[in-house]
């Protein structure tokens, strides 16, 4: 999860980070016509007890080191660097600080978890703009889902929806470039732009016949995260869309005004919501538990640390139904497992996207940082977020033909259920 300093809290903060928007992954292309060469490290390499290490002066230099497998050799790091330096076609045009962070980048990518990221000072300073709620872009959640880049979620009257994109659509080429082994950090600089550029995602979409191409005019994107109205039902619909820095603020609005009104009962809509902060999540799911374990974050070592109910509950006494897909993930996914294991509410909609890892944001030097998976997530009764998701009680789709004809039967069903006293 992500440690992060928010104006509403001056503790180090945890994030969970379902995708942030539009972090996608460059394509990687090998092959070509190559020449290689023996040198001398190489034949050093044949020497199982020898373990070499680069320094920062660039010198090649024998030495041990305990936390080292024997067969680790750091010079074979400066090696391609010089060798890049003194043989590449351009190299003149090659920076330092460009291949060093590529090299970052690609020894943070060997871990093999899509969540684990190098982002540099740019995409450190995107990020957190991100999670403020303004940026530039087609508005639209993104993340890997068996090893495909998906849409988890377009956010609500963003370029991207206006575009046609819906949750768990596959995305294959962006401006042409196929995505195939695509890496999360890098890609945000291939879908994000400026205000009024245009981005081309051709899509796979379940239903299609063949893929298709996507053409978005980029917007400048900003994200009230709760929204709330009462129906005609007198039913009070709370949407979630992020649990961002704005959220708590706008959603303790949300509860005033429903105990001020006093509804027959509570929709919260965590459709399309990917994640945010814990401490809000947390935050929310306490509105309707008033004691007990929201969620537990599970160590490597087997070891768990149980988050708590903040003792407040106020909406607690209200029949409440969540409506989730899959584009819920992350913190939308604790809070509807914990209220649904907790008896608090009813689950309607479609199984979750299945984002429960762990985040910590390491801060790094000039500005970079590292977010590294350090732990899972587990619901009340020990469902593993990652593994399972959150499974509806009432399996109920939205499908293409529903949307286009203007219908929501997820909805109506949790509408339904809330008017059956």
Known sequence: MLNFESQHHKRRKKIILAIVVLLLMA??????????????IDNSLLNENTVFLGNILNLYQEQKRADLEADVDFNLF???????KARYVDAAQLKDKELFYGAVRG?????????????????????????????????????????????IAPLTDMPAQKAGLRPGDKILKINGEDTAGILIDEAVTKIRGEKGTQVTLNIWREGFDETKDFTITRGTIIVKSVKWDMNDDNIMVITISHFNSDTEALFER?????????PQGIILDLRNDPGGFLDTAIEVASEWI??????????????KNDYLARGRARLGDYKTVVLVNKGSASASEIVAGALKDNGKAGIVGEQTFGKGSVQELVPLENGSSL???????????????????????????????????????????????????
């Open 27 to 40: 394509s990687s292309f090998y092959g070509g016509i190559f020449l290689s060469k023996k040198t001398d």
């Open 78 to 84: 400066w090696s391609v660097w010089d060798t890049l």
């Open 107 to 151: 020894m943070v990518a060997a871990v093999g978890d899509p969540y684990t990221v190098f982002m540099n000072p740019i995409i450190t300073k995107e990020f957190n703009d991100d999670l403020k709620g303004t940026f530039e872009g087609i508005g639209a959640e993104i993340g890997i889902k068996n090893d495909v880049l998906t849409i």
């Open 254 to 262: 949300a509860v005033q005004d429903t105990l001020k009104r006093n």
């Open 290 to 303: 008033e004691d007990g374990v929201i969620v537990s974050e599970q160590k490597s070592d087997g070891s």
């Open 371 to 421: 977010k590294v998976t350090i732990a899972k997530w587990l619901t009340p009764n020990g469902v593993n977020i990652s593994q399972e998701g959150i499974a509806p009680d009432e399996s109920i789709e939205f499908t293409t033909e529903d949307y286009n004809a203007g219908k929501d039967p997820q909805m109506e069903k949790a509408v339904e259920i809330l008017n059956n006293k």
